[in-house]
């Protein structure tokens, strides 16, 4: 035994546990919707970040605002995956689940691996709340934890006894019991505790008392490690070998915010986010709504026609019209993105993939939006599509989406999804004379071919076809767009059956002549590999990972991923010819499959998943060696 100063500045003893080190932990914080995990697992995240570790992190929460407490629709958790060296995903199975009431152990259980640790809030175990669930017995007392290393804790009842003397009621006490259960899991795996203590006194700068109620309680939870006889070791993950420079925990919305506020400042061009509110894509326009200072002009509209309108009116007038939705807003968005392809005029829309079809299921991911990205617009209108593949790609695929739409001036679709726009990860912080120089040159004098002293609005660049793009106002540049189609060069209306065949053509070749840079193949085997495993967005990490799995059982494979997906990358073709098969992992039914089989006459092996939830790198890992073995075997023959 040996005696320390807790955090409220008095003497507790404390156990001589044992330390061990570990190079990577996957932690998941569940309970109800009103019991806070989201901070918890945040602020954990956040430690762990400044710690040096290398994290990912999947946050899921139920759809409603507020579901029966209690119940498994309204359980709410937060994983957080975070090592020694670089990971690529949350983690398959949590290594540790905090369970705060029965409803939160009955929906994550099963995702535990045998042998894992799991801390039950033992208040909540009441019959009531067991009923809820359907738990006949109490699982505390049967076999249901038998295969688990389970550590009992009554943090409510220990949370209130340490604010005793504060005076807050018992209510009030009750709502801090997710800063004790991360006071004891940052003594657990030896966290920093001063960046909480100082967020949650940040947080609650106007409700003081709360915000040392809360401290209470989080010092509560790290001096209940040190004096119990419960935990018998903790446990040490040591900081991530990265590559050098200043790094901050981003998500994948954030960084999306933070791209286009870089790309606004790159362009020299104003930005208007033209939006209405929509799961999960609403934190972009909360995050630039923060940066006016900047040139960031925030419109919350009434819907989304209304959002892109505004947009696309904001580009017509010389600014980036920039919106924001996700696949139900797409769908209303159509008709004026179709309006941005026949004006040819520079406009984001991001798109924030989410489950299912109609309302659907809001707060869950998927990747079911390729196809309407594509397609989704009456008539003969292609759009550049960029897809990010994690959350801290997201800045650069926000300067990429702004390139493509300012050079070659087009409405651009980038495709973000759930898990990116949630999920969360180191970033390191650019230098910004790194950052691409995207300004553009307005047209400043008549253009017209026949010496007529007009100004034609589609007159092209030889190089990007791209059109003039002049500011309203402009002495001696008046002219007219609008939905109807236009003649070449001119701009005027035109019915010719020829004119129209012409301008649908350059239209297409404009998009089809976008610069992308070639696909990269990642194959340590040097070529040797034959299959090749191909993706798209967030389907990044699990596959990455699942392909380091093979490749330590022994076999080869390749990955390659895709960040355009419109145009693709020119040497494409050749790639996937150069594989006896290609296996493309999508949470959809099949949607780049499609694509890549009508474009390439190259047959896919397609390994899809719908159900709300990213790909396991275990669940890739199967079926890569599944589709491995098969070809060996085959060659062989």
Known sequence: MSTSANGNGSLSAIRTTAISKLDRVVIRFAGDSGDGMQLTGDRFTSEAAAFGNDLSTMPNFPAEIRAPQGTIPGVSSFQVHFADYDILTPGDRPDVLVAMNPAALKANLADVP???????????????????????????????????????????????????????GKKDAERCKNMFALGLLSWMYHRPTEGTERFLREKFAKKADIAEANILAFRAGWNYGETTESFATTFQVAPAKLNQGTYRQITGNTALAYGLVAAGQQSGLQILLGTYPITPASDVLHELSKHKQFGILTFQAEDEIAGIGAALGASYGGALGVTSTSGPGVALKSETIGLGVMTELPLVIIDVQRGGPSTGLP?????????????????????????????????????????????????????????????????????????????????????????SGEFWPYVRDPETLARAWAVPGTPGLQHRIGGLEKADKTGHISYEPENHEKMVRLRQAKIDGVDVPDLVVDDPSGGQARVLALGWGSSYGPIGAACRRVRKEGMAIAQAHLRHLNPFPGNLGDVLRSYDTVVVPEMNLGQLSLLLRGKFLVDVHSYTKVAGMAFKAEELQGVFTDIITKASTEAAK
Not at 369 to 377: P, S, W, Y
């Open 114 to 168: 045998k042998g894992g640790t799991v801390i039950l809030n033992t208040d909540d175990f009441t019959k009531r709340n067991l009923v809820k669930v359907g738990y006949e017995n109490d699982p505390l007392d049967d076999e249901t934890l038998a295969s688990f290393t389970v550590h009992r804790v009554a943090m409510g009842t220990l949370t209130q006894g340490a604010l005793a003397d504060t005076g807050l």
């Open 363 to 451: 707060t869950k991911t998927e990747q079911a939006d390729l196809l309407q990205a594509m397609f989704g617009r009456n008539g003969e209108s292609p759009v550049p599509i960029v897809a990010p593949l994690s959350p801290a790609d997201c800045f650069d695929a926000a300067i990429e989406a702004t390139r493509i739409a300012l050079k070659y001036r087009t409405p651009v679709i980038l495709l973000s999804d759930g898990a990116i726009a949630n999920g969360s990860e180191p970033w390191l912080v650019p230098d910004v004379e790194d950052l691409p120089d995207l300004r553009v040159e307005f047209a400043s004098e008549p253009n017209a071919e026949d010496g």
